[in-house]
């Protein structure tokens, strides 16, 4: 399934199912639409896209960071990690394709600006396994239906357990 914003970079994910997300839609309609859809798959989601910015503590270009949330909807910032429980035995990975989403511009900080503690708290309350990236990410102006384009530099898997390590990228010839 993808959730593409209404304001997304570059091309929108087209999946099985694909829910173009308008901007007043907030965290709980987009995560119960969500665990709704995946309600209705046997065995549940095999991965939720989550396609749009992330949000910068200034302006990207201004030198800000990431690590302030996901601008989706009104937005999704660490207040909301907990209502991504409804999605917990009904998605496998999720996977957050925004810039920044888990860049670390405020250490341990208990409100937005730590994506490392967005992310894992994403991952414990869903009980998925949650992709993303701390790097600034580029768009592909088209992907095929039912693929996502590259990540640029790192990306993070974190697990339902609360445990992150890089991931390595293979690339088909």
């Not at 694909?18 to 309609?29: C, E, G, K, M, R």
């Not at 309600?39 to 302030?68: M, Q």
């Not at 994506?115 to 102006?141: D, H, T, W």
Request: aromatic share 10%.
């Amino acid at each position: 399934m993808a959730l593409n914003s209404h304001n997304v970079p570059g091309c929108k994910y087209r999946m099985w199912n694909t829910y173009n997300v308008p901007a007043n839609h907030d965290p709980d309609h987009i995560l119960r639409w969500c665990a709704h859809v995946a309600g209705e798959v046997t065995g549940g989601l095999k991965a939720l896209v989550i396609n749009c910015h992330g949000f910068y503590g200034d302006d990207w270009w201004k030198g800000g960071t990431g690590g302030f949330g996901l601008d989706i909807g009104t937005g999704i910032g660490r207040a909301d990690t907990e209502r991504f429980a409804v999605l917990r035995g009904k998605v496998e990975e999720i996977w957050i394709t925004a810039c920044g989403a888990a860049r670390i511009s405020i250490p341990g900080t208990t409100g937005d600006g730590d994506g490392n503690l967005f992310c894992c708290e994403i991952a414990k309350a869903s009980g998925a396994y949650v992709m993303a990236s701390p790097q600034l990410q580029m768009r592909a102006l088209w992907v095929p239906k039912n693929c996502i384009d590259s990540y640029e530099g790192q990306v993070l898997r974190y697990s339902p357990s609360g445990g992150m390590q890089p991931m390595i990228m293979m690339l088909e010839a």
